[in-house]
């Protein structure tokens, strides 16, 4: 364990966990609930006071959140810190940019930390541009379990795909949906994490899909490692989706949208689609159709990735001393 940092993040994330563990340092999750200034002040404070208790020369954070974020930067002269920031695409470009006054602030951040950690070369050029030091690293694998355990511990009726969702904006999670009712497989469930809209009901989709909600770490885990097939789909350019990582982790085929970085970051194993309703369901059909190879394809891919992933660590831990 590196006592001299800690990683502190407002949000329970995947990327955090691994990428901290990874680099040996501890994690503060500060998940606060209630309303927003309540959340807010209380995870302020409690921020502020485990900096004064922990005493570290280096503080890693998420952005998201953004807030917490700026209450780091901004008390900077008095803790006087070294700050790391991890950014996620939504750190650099808060609520898609649509708020002018988000963006201001956002580049306000990463030209007053010492890096801002992103996942691809498209980031790095708009942190550099914004007058900020970025360094380049892909999630790290992470630890899901597909041992005998975690398959038995939730059984399933029947083969499955799992759709990873947070039913976001940026997710074209009705297109898959249609994709499924296109292929007509009454054999083979479509499930999907995360709670849904409102305006999104058991009673009016296909016997077959499956919502599944908010559901436990373990569970989740459990979803992943029983599946046929993960896919996790955004709209958004250059960024690098949880579900693929976890996909490798569990050894999983992977369906992703079709993105010039994601392509270049998941060679083996991973289909590619856009995202339309025939797009999908005909990459749903060519996956199925070659599961045994794609496997192998995804058992390589991580160990290759794991050796990459190494070498990359080890070469930040010694560009900032740690």
């Not at 908010?214 to 989706?241: F, M, P, Q, W």
Request: glycine share 4%; with cysteine.
């Amino acid at each position: 364990m590196n006592s001299s940092a800690i990683w502190i993040s407002w949000e329970t994330h995947t990327r955090s966990k691994s990428l901290s563990n990874t680099l040996k340092i501890p994690i503060y999750e500060i998940v606060i609930s209630g309303n927003r200034f309540y959340r807010y002040v209380v995870s302020t404070v409690k921020t502020l006071r485990l900096i004064v208790k922990k005493k570290p020369e280096i503080i890693f954070f998420q952005n998201p959140s953004i807030v917490l974020a700026f209450i780091l930067v901004l008390t900077r002269s008095i803790h006087k810190k070294k700050l790391i920031m991890d950014a996620h695409n939504a750190g650099i470009f808060p609520l898609d940019g649509r708020y002018r006054s988000l963006i201001t602030v956002s580049r306000w951040i990463i030209r007053n930390v010492y890096l801002t950690i992103v996942t691809n070369e498209e980031l790095a050029k708009v942190v550099s541009s914004l007058g900020g030091v970025p360094y380049i690293i892909t999630d790290p694998i992470p630890k899901i379990h597909c041992d005998s355990e975690a398959k038995d511990s939730a059984p399933y009726q029947k083969d499955y795909i799992l759709l990873v969702c947070a039913w976001a904006d940026d997710e074209p999670y009705s297109e898959v949906i249609k994709a499924m009712e296109r292929l007509n497989h009454p054999d083979l469930e479509l499930r999907i994490t995360g709670s849904p809209p409102v305006e999104i009901s058991k009673a009016m989709l296909a016997e077959n899909i499956i919502l599944e909600g908010y559901v436990s770490r373990e569970k989740y885990e459990s979803l992943v490692c029983n599946a046929k097939l993960i896919i996790d789909l955004t709209t958004r350019e250059s960024c690098l989706v949880c579900g693929a990582y976890e996909a490798a982790a569990a050894g999983k085929p992977c369906i992703l949208s079709d993105d010039t970085m994601a392509r270049s970051v998941f060679n083996g194993g991973y289909l590619f689609t856009k995202n339309t309703e025939e797009e999908i369901a005909n990459s749903v059909k060519n996956a199925l159709n070659s599961l045994s190879v794609l496997e192998e394809q995804m058992r390589q891919f991580k160990i290759e990735y794991d050796s990459k992933i190494s070498i990359r660590i080890k070469e930040f831990e010694k560009t900032i001393h740690i």
